[in-house]
T-cell receptor, first 111, second 112 residues
Framework: KQEVTQIPAALSVPEGENLVLNCSFT??????LQWFRQDPGKGLTSLLLIQSSQREQTSGRLNASLDKSSGRSTLYIAASQPGDSATYLCDAAGNAGKSTFGDGTTLTVKP | DTAVSQTPKYLVTQMGNDKSIKCEQN?????MYWYKQDSKKFLKIMFSYNNKELIINETVPNRFSPKSPDKAHLNLHINSLELGDSAVYFC???????????FGSGTRLTVV
């Protein structure tokens, strides 16, 4: 059974800092790993999707890496802004539609 | 145009009632999903439908029954609602199995 862990559970940083969110998974047989953002009371917004054959994806100030062999993914946020404050979720997708989310990292960026 | 739309956005109902949540996607995706997010914010997959066929059914009570009249719609019907069913239910879709999800904005269900 796939287990996904995100560390830390909460993170508070001053504006402008670079930061890394961590996601680890126990079963390396994944199809892809996806990072989402969830704002309070809102749905999930997809940030980056890394296919199992890929090592990283970049979008603007965000960079996500994937190391299947070690069961890890990281989300790097450069030059953080208060608008980045949200909960960040990673999802490890296996076959037959099996999707396992981590419990999320709640990020607060202070002005 | 909303890509994945759910109705209603909020639903408050009494224990024992039967209710339905509707989901529609206009992305042309083949696969649709229902997720449950409880008060602790844990997000769990409940069902997945691929071209109107159920391809996964996690261990949810059989009071929950998904219905897919066509590949653009996946509705969730819940019988005999219980207090523990209170949660936010998210619909999502993807072009095919596990190829990037687009989520709806959620339906907050409160059972009183």
């Amino acid at each position: 059974k796939q287990e996904v862990t995100q560390i830390p559970a909460a993170l508070s940083v001053p504006e402008g800092e670079n930061l890394v969110l961590n996601c680890s998974f126990t079963d390396s047989a994944i199809y892809n790993l996806q990072w989402f953002r969830q704002d309070p009371g809102k749905g999930l917004t997809s940030l980056l999707l890394i296919q199992s054959s890929q090592r990283e994806q970049t979008s603007g100030r965000l960079n996500a890496s994937l190391d299947k062999s070690s069961g890890r993914s990281t989300l790097y946020i450069a030059a953080s802004q208060p608008g980045d404050s949200a909960t960040y979720l990673c999802d490890a997708a296996g076959n037959a539609g099996k999707s396992t989310f981590g419990d999320g990292t709640t990020l607060t960026v202070k002005p | 145009d909303t890509a994945v739309s759910q109705t209603p956005k909020y639903l408050v109902t009494q224990m024992g009632n039967d209710k339905s949540i509707k989901c529609e996607q206009n992305l042309g995706h083949d696969t649709m999903y229902w997720y449950k997010q409880d008060s602790k914010k844990f997000l769990k997959i409940m069902f997945s439908y691929n071209n109107k066929e159920l391809i996964i059914n996690e261990t949810v009570p059989n009071r929950f029954s998904p219905k897919s009249p066509d590949k653009a719609h996946l509705n969730l019907h819940i019988n005999s609602l219980e207090l523990g069913d209170s949660a936010v239910y998210f619909c999502a879709s993807s072009p095919r199995d596990n190829y990037g999800y687009t989520f709806g904005s959620g339906t907050r269900l409160t059972v009183v």
